[in-house]
């Protein structure tokens, strides 16, 4: 076997898919969130927690609890990432390999420079410094690479030294001062490039990439809304906001607005509300509700103008503690009947009974004289909920939804991350 035909061949492969005409057209298509290249790495990240013996209940409430931003670009905070993590002598060797790369690329380059700035070091390629403040203003694609830690430093020379001379370009890794979680993120290399210079830049990545495996088996950036193969993603620059952040933002709005849809969809076989109230997803609900309910309780007490919940808490004629516990109490019971009533008006005789539970811990001796403004206030807020409850409310169902999906998924065999991707699909 000819090895250079192997060779030839993975070479028009790469150049195929890194068609600069074609990327341009698939920038310009609407992509469906549960398409974009960030579920990728979301799913990896649910697959892999599940391999480390967590539970979906577990999954779904660390995934919803974590900032979608952080998840996106592979560098979550409370949880283990789903690619790279580096050991300190693996963060010395790529940051010395960025080093060797650039100081290489500066000096065989004429007009190229390097600057540092929040922690990324910034390449200027083939241009002078008047040239770069009309680059800056004319960026119109972004272009996310993600080979290995330790191979950031060699890509970058080889990209600047393959885009031709005569073409401008602005590209960006990460400065000396990162360190293990930093060097984590799928985003390693980010190139900059204008409607003038992208298809030049795009041919020249083909090249570098066709002729070493630097993208080989390497997760896609979560940052772009287009990715045609392994290792590298594209999207359209949007001023003043990252591609992460715009997919981020996209894909936790739909994940909630989803949840919730999904769940009124799936519970709307049941005939009345006792059977609704005892079904599998009504007892996931409760359990949902219930583990949130520090954080429900704490967004009510903070919306509170009226000083109302801060008078009850901090009585001093009543045994410290158990004002708190009876105010949680009240704040729970009242927004698992809001949350039941929005997802059937069956629950309009649930929702009595709950008040009739508040009504009988309102005649409850040693509660203070505020307990009364207490009901009527907290009655107030939830007619007019503000953002951060609405958001909370949502979040339960999708934690709800999320568990339930991700077990259906493993029962059939599947990985449980293929949930995810059945949540976001459009309705």
């Excluded at 958001?391 to 991350?417: C, D, H, R, W």
Aim: with cysteine.
């Amino acid at each position: 076997m000819d090895p250079h035909k192997n060779q030839s061949t993975e070479t028009e492969d790469v150049e195929i898919l890194l068609d600069p005409v074609i990327i341009r057209a698939e920038l310009e298509e609407e992509v469906d969130v549960a398409d974009l290249p960030a579920i990728d790495i979301l799913e990896k990240q649910i697959n892999n927690d599940y391999k480390k013996g967590r539970y979906p209940a577990l999954i779904a409430t660390g995934l919803l609890k974590d900032d979608f931003y952080g998840l996106v670009i592979n560098q979550p905070l409370d949880l283990e990432p789903a690619f790279d993590t580096l050991k300190s002598e693996e963060v010395e060797t790529s940051l010395n390999n960025i080093k060797i790369g650039t100081r290489k690329l500066v000096e065989q380059s004429e007009n190229t420079r390097t600057r540092e700035h929040s922690g990324w070091l910034w390449v200027e390629g083939n241009m002078t410094s008047e040239e770069l403040d009309n680059y800056s203003n004319e960026v119109k694609y972004r272009i996310y690479l993600s080979p290995k830690p330790q191979n950031i430093g060699a890509l970058l020379y080889e990209l600047g030294t393959t885009i031709p001379k005569d073409v401008n370009y602005l590209m960006k890794t990460f400065d000396q001062t990162a360190n293990s979680r930093e060097l984590q993120r799928g985003d390693k290399i980010i190139m900059y490039c204008t409607d003038k210079n992208f298809d030049k830049i795009v041919n020249s990545v083909a090249k570098v990439v066709s002729k070493r495996p630097y993208l080989k088996d390497r997760p896609t950036p979560g940052g772009g809304a287009y990715s045609p193969m392994e290792g590298i993603s594209f999207a359209k620059e949007v001023k003043g906001t990252s591609g992460s952040q715009i997919v981020a933002s996209k894909i936790e709005k739909r994940l909630l607005e989803n949840s919730f849809r999904k769940f009124c969809k799936d519970t709307s076989v049941y005939s009345n509300s006792e059977e609704m109230r005892y079904s599998r997803e009504f007892q996931s609900l409760d359990r949902s509700i219930n583990e949130r309910s520090n954080e429900i309780s704490k967004i009510i007490i903070e919306a509170d103008n009226s000083g109302t919940f801060d008078k009850i808490i901090n009585d001093e004629n009543y045994k410290p503690g158990r004002n708190s516990e009876y105010l949680k109490y009240l704040i729970i019971k009242n927004i698992s009947a809001k949350i039941y009533h929005l997802v059937s008006p069956m629950f309009e005789g649930y929702k009595n009974i709950v008040n009739g539970d508040l009504d009988y811990v309102n005649s409850q001796k040693g509660l203070g004289v505020e307990t009364n403004n207490g009901i009527n206030v907290l009655r107030d807020l939830l007619k007019n909920p503000p953002v951060k409850l609405q958001k909370e409310i949502l979040s339960v169902f999708a934690k709800t939804m999320l568990t339930i999906k991700m077990e259906n998924a493993i029962n059939k065999g599947e990985q449980p991350g293929t949930a995810l991707r059945e949540l976001l699909k459009t309705l």
